[in-house]
């Protein structure tokens, strides 16, 4: 949320990192781990009297869904955004997959966002919604909207998206001229 001794006036970064996490993914990635975990147990230890299909469905299906489930959550547990003075990057998750990189070039505007909400978007992850553009969604609160030269937005939830907004904004202005 809004903190204000976090508020920068000086010069920013030269790379500005922020990131966004949610805890809650974790319950979700250990059911997945237990569906996995069942699959497993199915497999190897069965005492399935009624046909070798049936336990075949079973095992491929606990293993399938512990697997959606996991890897699908852990995508999600956080997001890092990275400014830098050409472009800004998104990366979720502990491996960085998705990952976005937007140009700077390609950005007609930063905003504030002081409530973004998974519900908002359709739940936790990269979404897309047409009304809304592409967001990635990790928890509720705080988020940048990019608009793009394109006519899309990009929302992400990120801790001090104040700050976020202000170096984007601070880096689409033209260089100020100097002395010749």
């Not at 805890?23 to 497999?43: H, N, T």
């Not at 890092?80 to 070039?105: F, N, T």
Request: hydrophobic fraction near 45%; aromatic fraction near 6%; charge should be positive.
């Amino acid at each position: 949320m809004r903190d204000p001794s976090r508020i920068e006036n000086g010069p920013h970064p030269e790379v500005w990192t922020g990131r966004a996490t949610n805890r809650i993914q974790w319950l979700l990635a250990l059911v997945g781990a237990a569906c996995l975990a069942l699959g497993i147990e199915l497999a190897v230890d069965s005492a399935w009297s009624t046909g070798v299909a049936p336990l075949v469905m079973s095992v491929v299906g606990c293993i399938a869904a512990g697997l959606l489930v996991l890897f699908g959550t852990l995508a999600f547990v956080h997001v890092a955004l990275k400014v830098d003075s050409e472009s800004l990057e998104v990366r979720c998750g502990h491996i960085g997959l998705p990952r976005r990189r937007i140009p700077l070039a390609q950005v007609a505007g930063a905003e504030f966002a002081p409530h973004v909400t998974p519900r908002h978007w359709g739940g936790w992850g990269y979404r897309w919604r047409p009304e809304k553009g592409t967001a990635v969604v990790v928890r509720r609160g705080e988020g940048v909207v990019l608009r793009l030269w394109d006519g899309h937005t990009f929302t992400i939830t990120v801790d001090n998206a104040e700050s976020a907004v202000r170096v984007i904004k601070d880096r689409l202005r033209p260089p100020a001229p100097g002395p010749a």
